[in-house]
């Protein structure tokens, strides 16, 4: 391999130019910001970046720290984000990254070259042909808005916005009533905090979740999922959680909340230790969803109705690819058909790390798919026929409509320890093996080996 192109230096782009710079595979990774960390770098100047002030992270730091570079020891459970954006800074700095990386350069087309190769084009209109493309621009930077727009959304005469524009408390939340729909991570902690400023915050919701707490029996809540545990029946492993959970904080409907239509498991976990308490200081009230916008009052499904100062709009993000066009790559409806989420089956060399929403963090997955690549573009591990791996993306997509709630957020949903025990079997899935394998078989089916 001559050249990789690597698009976006966010937590899983460094994580791809640490790989290639230990592999000594040359690469360029080019930035749009002046700085690497993407999401975790708050009001990152690439205009990317989600991050809230008040943000701390909601898988625990062991579970999130990259293998090759571990976060500091003296680093709480669950670190706020500039310490984060300093970690990945040591990061950077400690693999000697930073000047490989192009900051303030933004990549605006990425399309199919002669030879199996890609051209690259930058904001400066400058053109480079690499021999393949690490796509790691992130997911979580697109806002999605409602999908129809609510009746009356658009006439709303209060203030909305995005969560991903949510940045901290300010005046317009003092003494005003709120409205924050959804039940993510992101709306529990953007209902909890406004609800200290707001005269009422209000937290409507589509469908009721099962909110676990940071801490589960004096640990962090995900590292009870261990990868022992991990090759249990899945079956088993959600009955002694959720009886563990139970036994924490009871029912949801306990608090106020609607009794979740899906069991433990079948949706992206919603993490806040703050949200029950809340609601049961009478600061945050459980609505259900919207069925329509009058002027200010937001009128309910139930059929009750709030005047409402600011909606906050916590209806998740769509994966978008800026500089590939829909015939390179269309994530319509965010579905992309990806082998082990990472490669594509029809454009050679276009790969895509971090692309994946993980019960756990994406940091360490980001790390072993770079491995994994880096495998492949050094020639030791073979990928397989593109009919093959387009069967078992199908194989892949049941099992996904199967397991979780339809929705546009599980639509690159993994379990973080069966999804890395994958790509070690990816990893293991050598060249010189497949070839003698194939070879045998010819041999075995080949008249001369019965004759």
């Known amino acids: ?19 290639l710079a230990a592999r000594g595979i040359d690469f360029d990774c080019y930035e749009k910001g002046s700085d ?18 008040s943000l701390f992270i909601n898988t625990s730091r062991r579970m999130m720290q990259y293998a090759a570079y571990p976060m500091p020891e003296d680093y709480p459970d669950y670190p706020h984000h500039t310490q984060i954006a300093r970690y990945f800074d040591d990061y950077v ?14 990549v605006t087309s990425v399309e199919p070259a002669a030879g199996d190769r890609w051209l690259v084009t930058l904001d400066d209109r400058t053109a480079h042909t690499y021999e393949a ?60 905090e406004t609800s200290r400023y707001s005269r009422m915050t209000y937290l409507a919701m589509r469908r009721g979740a099962h909110v676990l707490p940071k801490y589960l029996q004096g640990k962090p809540v995900d590292e009870m999922g261990t990868e022992f545990l991990s090759r249990l029946p899945f079956w088993l492993i959600r009955w002694a959680f959720s009886r563990a959970l139970k036994q924490a904080q009871g ?20 993490i806040s230790s703050e949200l029950l308490p809340g609601i049961g200081h009478g600061r945050i009230k459980v609505k259900p969803n919207i069925g329509r916008i009058s002027g200010k009052t937001v009128h309910f499904v139930d059929g009750s109705s709030v005047e409402i100062d600011t909606i906050v709009w916590c209806t998740g993000y769509r994966i978008t690819f800026p500089f590939l066009a829909p015939y390179v790559v269309d994530p319509a409806d965010n579905q ?9 089956p029809e454009r050679p060399g276009l790969y895509f790390i971090g692309l994946v929403q993980p019960l756990g963090a994406i940091m360490p997955i980001a790390e ?41 957020r599980h639509t690159i949903q993994v379990d973080f320890h069966p999804y890395t025990r994958m790509l070690r079997r990816e990893r293991a899935r050598k060249r010189g093996v497949r070839r003698a394998l194939a070879e045998r078989s010819h041999e075995l089916r080949s008249p001369m080996a019965t004759g």
Request: proline share 6%.
């Open 1 to 19: 391999m001559r050249k990789v192109c690597i698009v976006g230096a966010g937590s899983s782009g460094i994580a791809a130019c640490r790989v």
């Open 36 to 53: 690497v960390g993407g999401n975790w770098r708050y009001d990152n100047d690439n205009g990317m970046s989600s991050a809230y002030r």
């Open 93 to 106: 700095d400690h693999f000697g990254l930073r000047e490989r990386i192009t900051f303030n350069t933004e």
């Open 133 to 192: 493309v690490m796509v790691a621009n992130g997911h979580h930077w697109d806002p999605r808005w409602p999908e129809p727009p609510f009746p009356g959304q658009d006439s709303f005469e209060g203030e909305q916005l995005h969560s991903h524009h949510y940045r901290e408390p300010d005046e317009r939340f003092r003494d005003t009533n709120v409205l924050v729909l959804g039940i993510g991570n992101s709306a529990t902690d953007i209902a909890v």
């Open 251 to 270: 029912d949801m409907e306990a608090y106020g909340l609607p009794k979740p239509d899906h069991k433990l498991g079948e949706a992206h976990p919603t």
């Open 336 to 344: 992309i058909a990806l082998y082990r989420r990472v490669v594509h």
């Open 368 to 408: 072993l798919q770079s491995e994994w690549i880096a495998d492949v573009l050094e020639g030791r591990v073979a990928l397989p026929e593109p009919d093959e791996m387009r069967k078992v993306i199908e194989h892949e997509h049941r099992r996904m409509r199967k397991r979780y709630v339809a929705s546009k």
